[in-house]
């Protein structure tokens, strides 16, 4: 599976720390043909909450949406190639641009998104009138193009919606202006202090990046000593906008002190830095840390980070056999790097047939280097799986496979699996085919398939410049578009057809758009014809009066791409006229100031270029720049693009021998038989290694317990430097080992990652905290929940959760972690009130004892209720063991069965309703 399938599958994000991740691992994705439903994502994460997730997601639409919109327009050679990595790749194809030139270009290409905001001007006013509205989603849009156009008056505006610490928006608006506007570190600075008790203060943090200044590290450094998680990761993000010797001291302690999501963001920022120390602080994590998401995210960056240093560390990683989820990240670095295949052939051949199926996957493509034969035999064992997840990875991976064979049967898979996700991936996998006429014949016939998903993305990956001169492909396209059912789907074909560029696909969809009546299929002509190279004139000028918004919004794009500013003013009062209409045409500005400042140097944008030029020169633009531009200072640090397997270099021709596995007879009738079973058969729901992440936490780390335990003697000693140089010099390895010497099980912790009301923890020291996001709980520790809101606790593992719920109190026994195998034990005692224990890592023991009875949970849900002298256990689903007294008997319970232990007696076996057990619970 794709790396970006797995991120669009946690979409939305329930939580802000889950989707500031997400975000975040999407600014550096590699740009396929279908890159559209990420920045679909994003956006929709951006306009739902200006939090943290929200946030991060207003930044990445920074950095890729010009990438993507680039794309859309210049598409690449091959789908592979329109990855854009480096901001290098931003200029055009040929020649490496000299230094002077560069600068040149950037120059050009503001003095143009200049001359187009002082052309868009009549868009101003009613996008100051949307955002002085209240919060919602059409107003974080007019936010949005308000810091894009750089006007004075909305440059203000957000300003004063930075400055509240009431408002909502904040977050956004301050990012905006510092990353679009301006560079004044102290006034983006001034409005971060002014909301440091705010809600949306770890959010805010984000800016500092942005507009990056002196005093801006100093407040970051003074925030990487709290505890509270989300201003730790936002710190960490925020920490990619310094140069590696200013923020490298600070990522380190992060590293160090292991506080989950800021760890794996520091971690990420490490790599995006690209300092010579970046390997070696990332070695350093991995060996200090034992919790398997933040190990994963050591890998993942040290397999984008250069050097044979780098290969050996993964080499070292994948043998020491960890957790099945770093493995495969390790996995994918090694097949990344050149020559790393051939390498380290034995480990690759050691995970083919991994049960994890991340793992098995790198291993097989690693694996086309040195051994096809064995790649062969492995997909041929997935393709005749019953089980539809294996057969969907034997479809990813046969698309770097290549040859006739590998095209055929991934022509089989997309056309006739009983399972979608089977069908979905064989057909984007003939994308990465190219424009061969093997794959081209395979994909034609698929734009008639009975899956509309399919038929989408078939037309989506043939609708390309490389296919212009081919009749077969236009052909196809025009029946199926007078053959389609929706109004939706006969516009993604018009779209498409107009995307090769050919002159037949420019008359048809010239003469339809004049004709057409239905709205939807008209702004899909019209898009198909601006994707295309623009139509008649005639065309558009039209439409823009037509009486459906979505319409004149897409009309007034093209007349703007043609050099004509008619269509400016039927934006302006479309913005006006409400919120379906606005919608329309703030989409539609959005995308035309962008091709304004990044294409407007392209040959196919002349006309527009030429009319830029002219408004530089009139007097009304000089009047007009000294008035309202402000500095530009936009975030231009792109990270690294990753896809493990984004360039398939290793697809080189196959001999009959490599591929005879695959070419044989026998194949498609296994495959049929194996169909049949998959349709008999209950389909899971295949686990994701990125499932739970939100819950994934650091295990117990000693310094952090001495925070906790002796808060105020250890803030003395950071502050003086004594306690962090005693810990890095008490931190540093002996050995080159990935493991300490001695046993794997170590002590660990549960942290509180949801809080909504007041709550306390007794460090066992005679010292109460109050209970903040990010607070551990060590054997010893108590604690009790306000009368509020439950606390939610989550385990070692990140997959076991506990929901206190309000005015419940109980201590820790003991936590421990084994680092080797993931079992987790969790002893609770002394429970006063509910709490539901939710267990799903496969080696979790929850004991609790209290109330003269013993109760032990290894799988699924269970409710406790407890008070001094009763306990009542009710298991939602999965299994529970109740015991009372040190030697009575035992009672186990399963799904909708319940118990209460009164007096050290048990009473007999009663049914319950889950449903009802976990509606009571607060679920």
Request: hydrophobic share 45%; proline share 6%.
């Amino acid at each position: 599976m794709r790396y970006q399938d797995r991120l669009l599958k946690l979409c939305p994000a329930p939580r802000p720390l889950l989707g500031q991740f997400v975000a975040r691992e999407m600014e550096g994705l590699v740009l396929y043909f279908d890159a559209a439903n990420v920045l679909g994502a994003l956006r929709e994460m951006e306009l739902v909450e200006a939090d943290l997730a929200g946030t991060q997601a207003a930044l990445a639409l920074c950095r890729l949406a010009p990438l993507h919109h680039r794309a859309t327009y210049l598409p690449a050679v091959t789908a592979v190639q329109s990855r854009l990595m480096d901001s290098d790749q931003l200029e055009a194809a040929g020649p490496a641009p000299t230094e002077s030139a560069r600068v040149a270009r950037q120059a050009n290409r503001e003095t143009y998104r200049r001359a187009a905001a002082m052309l868009l001007d009549p868009l101003v006013e009613p996008l100051l009138a949307m955002a002085g509205g209240p919060s919602n989603r059409r107003r974080r849009r007019a936010i949005r193009l308000l810091a894009e156009l750089q006007h004075r008056k909305g440059l203000q505006l957000l300003e004063q919606i930075a400055g509240s610490a009431e408002d909502p928006d904040a977050p956004l608006a301050l990012l905006l202006s510092a990353g679009h506007c301006r560079g004044d570190g102290a006034q983006v600075l001034d409005c971060v202090r002014k909301n440091s008790s705010a809600r949306h203060f770890p959010a805010m943090l984000l800016s500092l990046g942005a507009a990056p200044s002196p005093e801006a590290l100093r407040v970051l450094a003074a925030l990487t000593t709290c505890i509270n998680v989300e201003a730790l990761a936002g710190a960490a993000s925020a920490l990619e906008g310094f140069g590696p010797d200013e923020a490298e001291p600070l990522l380190e302690r992060l590293c160090r002190d292991g506080y989950g999501w800021a760890t794996v963001h520091a971690l990420e920022t490490i790599g995006r830095l690209r300092s010579p120390r970046a390997l070696d602080l990332v070695i350093k994590t991995y060996r200090r840390l034992d919790h398997p998401t933040m190990r994963a995210a050591a890998a993942k960056v040290a397999g984008t980070l250069p050097g044979a240093e780098a290969r050996q560390f993964l080499a070292e990683v994948v043998r020491e056999n960890p957790e099945s989820g770093i493995a495969a990240r390790a996995l994918e670095g090694l097949v990344r790097y050149a020559g790393g295949a051939s390498e380290h052939a034995d480990l690759f051949a050691a995970h083919a047939a991994d049960p994890n199926p991340e793992s098995a996957v790198a291993a097989v493509v690693g694996l086309c280097a040195t051994d096809r034969q064995h790649v062969a035999r492995q997909l041929r064992t997935w393709l005749v799986d019953d089980d539809p997840a294996w057969r969907a990875e034997a479809a990813y991976c046969l698309g770097y496979v290549q040859g006739d064979f590998a095209a055929g049967l991934l022509a089989k898979l997309a056309g006739g699996d009983p399972d979608p996700t089977v069908r979905l991936q064989a057909t984007r996998s003939l994308s990465l085919f190219g424009w061969s006429p093997v794959s081209v014949a395979k994909l034609t016939p698929l734009m008639e398939s009975p899956d509309d998903q399919i038929r989408r993305t078939a037309a989506r990956i043939l609708g390309h410049p490389a296919l212009a001169e081919d009749r077969s492909v236009h052909a196809q396209m025009l029946k199926c578009y007078e053959a389609a059912r929706e109004s939706a789907e006969a516009a993604g074909l018009a779209r498409a057809m107009g995307a090769t560029g050919s002159g037949l696909a420019r008359e048809y969809l010239s003469a339809q758009a004049v004709i057409e009546t239905d709205a939807v299929k008209v702004a899909g002509l019209l898009d198909g014809l601006d994707l295309g190279g623009g139509g008649s004139p005639t065309v558009w000028k039209a439409l823009l009066g037509h009486e459906t918004p979505r319409v004149r919004a897409a009309a007034a794009r093209a007349a703007w791409h043609a050099g004509d500013l008619s269509g400016v003013g039927v934006l302006a009062d479309l913005l006006k006229a409400g919120e379906a209409a606005s919608d329309e045409a703030l989409y539609e500005a959005e995308r035309m100031l962008t091709t304004a400042w990044c294409l407007a140097d392209e040959p196919r944008f002349s006309a527009l270029r030429e009319r830029l030029r002219a408004a530089l020169h009139s007097r009304s633009y000089q009047e007009f720049a000294a008035e309202e531009f402000s500095v530009h200072l936009s975030p231009d640090r792109l990270p690294r693009g990753y896809d493990p397997f984004a360039d398939p270099s290793l697809a080189r021709p196959w001999s009959d021998g490599d591929s005879a596995p695959l070419a044989s007879s026998e194949l498609p009738g296994q495959m049929e038989q194996a169909r049949k079973r998959s349709r008999r058969r209950k389909r899971p729901r295949a686990e994701d290694a990125l499932d739970a992440l939100d819950g994934r936490i650091s295990a117990f780390s000693p310094g952090r317990v001495t925070i906790l335990a002796v808060l105020g003697l250890s803030m003395l000693l950071l502050l003086t430097g004594t306690f962090r140089t005693a810990a890095r010099a008490a931190a540093q390895p002996g050995s080159r080992t990935l493991l300490p010497r001695g046993g794997t099980t170590v002590p660990a912790a549960l942290q509180v990652v949801g809080l909504g009301g007041g709550a306390t923890v007794d460090l066992g020291s005679g010292a109460t905290i109050r209970a903040l996001p990010g607070t551990t709980l060590r054997a010893g520790c108590g604690l009790r929940a306000g009368p509020q809101s439950p606390v939610i606790l989550v385990g070692p593992s990140g997959r076991d959760r506990l929901r206190v719920l309000p005015e419940t109190a109980f201590k820790v026994i003991d936590v421990t972690w084994d680092r080797k195998v993931g079992a987790t034990k969790i002893a609770l005692e002394s429970l006063s009130g509910t709490l539901v224990a939710e267990v799903e890592a496969p080696h979790t023991d929850l004991t609790l004892a209290t109330a003269g009875a013993r109760v032990s949970v290894r799988k699924g849900t269970c409710l406790l209720r407890a008070s001094a002298a009763a306990l009542t256990a009710q298991v939602a689903e999965g299994r529970a063991e109740v015991s009372a007294g040190a030697g009575g008997p035992l009672t186990i319970l399963t799904s909708g069965q319940d118990v209460e232990v009164s007096g050290g007696k048990p009473g007999p076996v009663g049914s319950c309703d889950p449903q009802t057990v976990l509606r009571d619970s607060g679920r």
